[in-house]
């Protein structure tokens, strides 16, 4: 019996919801972030591609940059919108119907993710659009490619890879532990980051307000708990004892609650949650099906929980369980405690001597894993009870056909998991794996991971304030955007699974500098130029009636209010203390700002020329902009789940009846 198949089914289901996540969100600012008078015009993107190739064959375009704009007769920022409309119907069906989740049905959104993915630039490039491409892209194997008769035979070959999963599962999250350490940020080492992450996240929940006023020790246990879950709990994805399995799957689920409690984080922290599922099985998972759905979805799975947890040797496996915790806590003592003070004990060399016995060690674990999975399917397919010889033979046939693409991701993946070391090591890596890896670079199949690598904002939170006047000397108006803190009274917003991308970018935008940010000079000139695609993107445009003549741009740095300060009691979110200009006024029709945006490839484009061969199709997108403009796309995303929630929880209920 297959202990994995309707885990696996859970998860399909999850990515299948994640990729309508991602689809509707960016559906509505592709006209403002890629139109022909938006911040980035995809347009001039792929000119930039014709001229880097010197060919307009869409085929050969294709081999440099793969999307399928190339291939068609569109506006390219039409093409994007088609993308995304024909990708969410397809994540939405998928996620109720259980006969669309198929292997052609992942490719096709895999392949228009990564179409739109390759011309997103600035927007686009976030870790989790690669994650998600990395995911749909296994989902292609993990998914049926065929119907089968049977639902609990026949699908062995599937836990290939379903292990493939897993991987990338360990790489994310350990990646994400050691980087925090091998940055060298001070905040991280000295177990002070989330006293400045609260706050300084990009998009915080009004909860992060109510977690940056915990007190210093609880903040510093949480740092540990998050090196705990991060670096340690990850090494027991692989671990053959199943409670300690199913605790470093829930271990992982417990954090991404967290951080979707205090953080807007898109559809990342849902994504990383599936990942976990490998970690669990049908029977965990169907007994958390029937606790949720209060006995909806209870199966002979249960019964045999209740049998289990009745067996004679519990005491046993309790006593070896809790020799195991002591040991834990004592490591955790030597690790994190000195003298009475809760801190690092220990050094740079120490964690670099890790990751030099660590990570080979992990490699070699992971291979002996999958060698073992491949056996057991092998193994489990020829001796399935109640199947002929001929279909025994085509269980082997199909473990043997998935071996050579498991293993060939499974090898590129060591390419960026080997990055983890300290020095130069890509010497260490066979040079075949090497070539195999960036052979197939354009396609996002791999990646190298690392969230919160440094914390920011540590001597304040820093944000850029847009403002407009109609004179040098003002009054200055500020834009207030839809998500990002601007008005110190503005309570922060929950926008997950949506990412609003402008206000993600103008976080980015803080940190550093115009000059490195060309996309922000487009956006003020667009502002100049009152362009409506833009404005629809921001909260409110205090020039309703007419742009204004000059706009201006200043660095603040904001900080919380605490619990006992008087600006609280007024209902202040936050307080703010101007630091520098961030960009000097321009003004509209400016030579210097118009030059500047023509050396980047940002000038606005104005209406198409060409005719349009299409009209349905625009008639089409442009009811489907109308349609979504009447929604808050953060709302019209969670009914979007709760409606799909329901509908499976409904179709069980009714089966259940019958």
């Known amino acids: 019996m297959d202990g994995s198949r309707k885990t696996r089914d859970l998860f399909l289901s999850g990515i299948s919801l994640t990729y309508t996540f991602a689809f509707i969100s960016l559906f509505p600012q592709i006209p403002g972030l890629y139109g022909r008078n938006g911040i980035i015009p995809v347009s001039s993107t792929i000119q930039t591609h014709v001229k880097a190739t010197q060919t307009r064959s869409a085929e050969v375009l294709f081999s440099h940059n793969p999307t399928l704009m190339y291939f068609l007769p569109f506006e390219p920022e039409n093409s994007m919108e088609l993308f995304c409309l024909i990708g969410a119907f397809l994540g939405i069906v998928s996620s109720v119907c259980k006969s669309w989740r198929k292997s052609f049905v992942y490719f096709s959104m895999y392949l228009l993710y990564l179409s739109i993915f390759k ?380 990412q609003p991308r402008l206000d993600w970018q103008l976080w980015f935008a803080a940190l550093g500098a115009y000059q490195h940010n060309p996309w922000f000079v487009s956006l003020v000139h667009r502002l100049l130029m009152g362009q409506r695609e833009v404005l629809d993107l921001i909260g409110h445009n205090p020039f309703p009636l007419l742009p204004p003549k000059y706009i201006r741009a200043t660095l603040y740095h904001y900080h919380y209010t605490s619990l006992n300060n008087t600006q609280a009691s007024k209902h202040m979110w936050w307080s703010r203390n101007k630091e520098r200009p961030y960009l000097p006024y321009q003004a509209g029709g400016s030579v210097e700002l118009e030059n500047f945006l023509e050396y980047h490839t940002l000038l606005p484009l104005g209406e198409s020329s060409v005719k349009d061969e299409f009209p349905n199709v625009t008639l089409f997108l442009n009811y489907m902009r109308t349609l979504m403009s009447a929604f808050y796309t953060s709302s019209f995303l969670r009914m979007i789940a709760i409606t799909i929630v329901a509908l499976r929880v409904a179709n069980r209920w009714m089966l259940n009846k019958i």
């Open 119 to 498: 011309v997103g630039s600035s927007f686009l490039w976030f870790q989790w659009d690669t994650l998600l491409l990395e995911a749909g892209f296994l989902c292609i194997f993990v998914a049926p490619s065929l119907p089968t008769r049977s639902e609990g035979t026949g699908r062995h070959h599937k836990n290939i890879p379903w292990f493939l999963v897993k991987w990338l599962m360990f790489r994310l999250m350990f990646a994400s532990g050691v980087v925090k350490l091998t940055s060298g940020c001070h905040t991280w080492w000295k177990l002070t980051a989330l006293n400045y992450h609260y706050e300084s996240q990009c998009l915080p929940t009004s909860l992060a307000w109510w977690a940056h006023q915990l007190p210093s020790t609880i903040q510093k246990l949480s740092v540990i708990g998050t090196y705990v879950i991060e670096i340690g709990v990850p090494f027991l994805f692989f671990c053959p004892i199943r409670p300690w399995r199913l605790l470093s799957g829930y271990s992982q689920i417990f954090l991404m609650v967290a951080i979707i409690l205090t953080g807007n984080y898109n559809f990342f922290n849902f994504l990383t949650i599936l990942l976990s599922l490998p970690m669990l099985d049908d029977e965990n998972v169907e007994y958390v099906k029937s606790l949720v759905t209060f006995g909806i979805f209870q199966q002979d799975t249960i019964k045999k929980r209740k049998r289990r947890n009745n067996d004679s040797g519990w005491s046993y496996r309790s006593l070896f369980h809790c020799l195991a915790f002591a040991t834990a806590m004592y490591a955790l003592k030597n690790l994190f405690y000195y003298k009475g003070n809760l801190m690092i004990n220990f050094t740079m060399d120490d964690l670099n001597l890790f990751l030099e016995y660590t990570i080979p060690t992990m490699v070699w674990v992971s291979i002996l894993s999958l060698v073992f999975v491949v056996l057991q399917s092998l193994y489990r397919h020829a001796s399935e009870p109640g199947t002929t010889n001929v279909q025994k033979m085509m269980g082997v046939g199909k473990c043997i056909f998935l071996l050579p693409f498991c293993v060939y991701i499974f090898s590129i993946s060591m390419v960026p998991f080997f990055s983890l070391l300290p020095g130069d090591r890509t010497h260490d890596i066979n040079p075949m794996v090497k070539q195999w890896y960036h052979s197939t670079e354009n396609y996002q199949l791999t990646h190298s991971y690392g969230l919160f690598r440094r914390m920011t904002g540590v001597g304040g939170r820093p944000e850029v304030i847009i403002e407009g006047s109609d004179a040098p000397q003002g009054p200055w108006k500020e834009y207030e955007f839809k998500y990002k803190p601007g008005d110190p009274s503005k309570k922060p917003s929950w926008a997950a699974p949506h």
